[in-house]
Nanobody, 127 residues
Framework: VQLVESGGGSVQAGGSLRLSCSGS????????VTWFRQAPGKEREGIAA????????FYADSVKGRFTISHDDAKRTLYLQMNNLKPEDTAMYYC??????????????????????WGQGTQVTVS
């Protein structure tokens, strides 16, 4: 499985971006797929997750109400719609897949070590 993110860029505060994540061998069925981000000097943090089997979605408090995670089964693509962007959203954004597992309702879904596949990241800069 190779994941490739796209859609990053520079935007002014209050603006929007939509990130995409797609790749070869990418299957949504019964996988937990998560968007992470990492700002310079900070740890990588999970911000949005989706379990394809039941279309369950989960968000970190920092993005709840502003970001929306979704996927298109036909296109085998994961999305992250980001609205009302803030300078503190500036980071490298990654998608990651934990195959065959439900995301879960606890904090474990944000643990980077549980994810087997990662993309290379796409940079988002908000000024």
């Amino acid at each position: 499985v190779q994941l490739v993110e796209s859609g990053g860029g520079s935007v002014q505060a209050g603006g929007s971006l939509r990130l995409s994540c797609s790749g070869s061998g990418y299957h949504f069925i019964n996988n937990c797929v998560t968007w992470f981000r990492q700002a310079p000097g900070k740890e990588r943090e999970g911000i949005a997750a989706i379990f394809s089997g039941g279309h369950n979605t989960f968000y970190a408090d920092s993005v709840k109400g502003r970001f929306t995670i979704s996927h298109d089964d036909a296109k085998r693509t994961l999305y992250l719609q980001m609205n009302n962007l803030k300078p503190e959203d500036t980071a490298m954004y990654y998608c990651a897949q934990d195959p065959g597992r439900f995301c879960g309702f606890g904090q474990d879904k944000w643990r980077t070590g549980r994810y087997m596949y990662w993309g290379q990241g796409t940079q988002v800069t908000v000024s």
